[in-house]
């Protein structure tokens, strides 16, 4: 049999919300303060990349940044969807790194430039199905630059979880199916250690979750 070539596991998703500073250590390390619901911003699904291919570097940036996440898939859609129901309407989950260029993201307050560069949603390799991750809060996720372990937390520190950031999104948009959720990252992005680590062209950038898999690509430059 010949190699497989992946796509990212929903190719072309209708809606990409990702929420930002959901563990409390990269809240802390950013300086945010304390919010009572979740930060939310939106990828295209132009930008996203899958397993194995080559991430970008974009030109127009010199502090590419990693943030391994824990995907949601959403498997039944919904509106105003209950948070003790709201695992119900999950597929599955999945592994993201939401690549980020932080002095595009720094131009203003909105997230949105510095999220949505070619090729810099990494996401895959694959859905592991809602059945066999029972409880999404209970899973190891480690972030590995060049091997060297980054990022490393259990979902269960997550400040909103699944279920909650799932109640929040359908109270003001309809869920569907197909939609991801890239669902924070936690502490030891490179834009807040000291000295700063960003990525550059030759990197390769891992995020594994316990139970999924590892995510992987290796960083090259933007086409000019």
């Not at 497989?4 to 990702?18: A, E, S, T, Y």
Request: with cysteine.
């Amino acid at each position: 049999m010949g190699a497989v070539d992946l796509l990212p596991p929903i190719p072309n998703p209708g809606k990409i919300f990702c929420i930002g500073h959901n563990y409390e250590e990269h809240r802390v390390e950013t300086g945010r303060p304390k919010s009572a619901y979740p930060a939310v911003f939106v990828r295209f699904a132009e930008s996203q990349v899958a397993h194995d291919h080559a991430a970008w570097v974009p030109e127009a940036s010199t502090e590419v940044d990693f943030e391994g996440e824990l995907a949601v898939v959403i498997g039944r859609g919904g509106r105003r969807i209950p948070r003790g129901r709201a695992l119900d309407h999950v597929a599955g989950y999945s592994c993201y790194n939401d690549i980020s260029a932080r002095d595009w993201q720094r131009h203003t307050s909105q997230f949105t430039p510095g999220k949505n560069f070619p090729r810099t949603g990494s996401f895959g390799p694959w859905i592991v199905t809602a059945d066999e991750i029972p409880d999404p809060q209970a899973l190891e996720l480690t972030t590995r630059l060049n091997g060297q372990m980054m990022q490393h937390a259990t979902t269960g520190q997550m400040i909103f979880p699944v279920a909650e950031i799932i109640e929040y999104l359908s109270a003001f948009t309809v869920l569907s199916p197909g939609d991801v959720i890239a669902s924070g990252t936690p502490g030891g992005v490179g834009a807040r250690r000291d000295p700063q680590v960003f990525m550059k062209s030759g990197d390769v950038v891992e995020v594994e979750i316990s139970s999924i898999a590892t995510l992987r690509n290796t960083m090259t430059p933007e086409p000019s």
